[in-house]
């Protein structure tokens, strides 16, 4: 079974619109468990229909502590063998589910694809971008792979979002839970250390796959200098388990990206 961990804060207007497409996915062997994290609008009085409907929809709330708070409750309740943690706005395509579920052969395997933006009907194709910032373009490396030689591209950027994950209880039992201090960056710091602790990262880029992600006034990146911020913590606590593998390259490129995000955190600010 599939386990979808769905964090929630204030996205009443959007969270249907994501378990309509979870509810439409080709492959049944899913449940999904929505951990509303505090919210003050009417996440509640929008999912109620959809537990009703389905058995295999569950929703749980909790005080204003963040998503990483949030996805570590969802897991306690979580009775699948195979994790997924999309957030609240996002949608799917109708195979997605079953096809990368395919591909997650190995105890230490995660399979992950490609995001596409969208701003009103995720069906449209020809209205999918690759991002909502800078410039038009992928934004991921599209990179498999583990190991020594892969961590040094993995540390480049966030290359494999958790929300375009799936991965097995295996991997977050070796792991361990989500930094629940950090509000943004959190989703790649878990995949840091998957990538440290020897997990297999194949890149699966197919459209069927593909992560849909709606354009809002809520995006959590659209605050450039505070994500940068929240990456640079990241990045200084995982330092010492990157040191400690003796990796001279990784070292180095976590380095580098502290500096270059330091300076455009610094940019911003002026």
Known sequence: MVSVLI????????????????????????????????????????????????????????????????????????????????????????????????????????????VRYFRDNPHDKTKWTYTYWGKNKEWMPGISGKGPAFLPLALKGSFGPVNSCLFRRSVFEKVGNWNTSLRAAEDYLFVLKCVLAGSYFLYHEEPGSYALVRIHGNNTSRDAKWVHEQEIKMRLEIAAEIESAGNIEAIETNRNAIKALSLMTKKLAE
């Not at 804060?9 to 505090?38: C, F, K, M, P």
């Not at 229909?49 to 569950?58: G, H, L």
């Not at 996805?71 to 309740?77: L, S, T």
């Not at 943690?85 to 190995?106: C, E, N």
Request: glycine share 8%; aromatic share 12%; charged share 25%.
């Open 7 to 114: 964090p929630c804060y204030n996205y009443g207007h959007l969270i249907a619109d994501t378990l309509q497409a979870i509810s439409r996915q080709t492959y049944t062997g899913w449940e999904v468990i929505i951990v509303d994290d505090g919210s003050t609008d009417n996440t509640a009085l929008v999912v109620q229909p959809f537990i009703e409907k389905d058995s295999r929809i569950s929703y749980y709330r909790q005080a204003n502590a963040g998503p990483s708070e949030a996805r570590k409750k969802a897991i306690g309740y979580a009775k699948g063998s195979l994790y997924s943690s999309p957030d609240a706005d996002y949608q799917f395509r109708r195979q997605k589910v079953r096809d990368i579920t395919a591909l997650l052969a190995g105890p230490k395997r995660m399979v992950y694809g490609s």
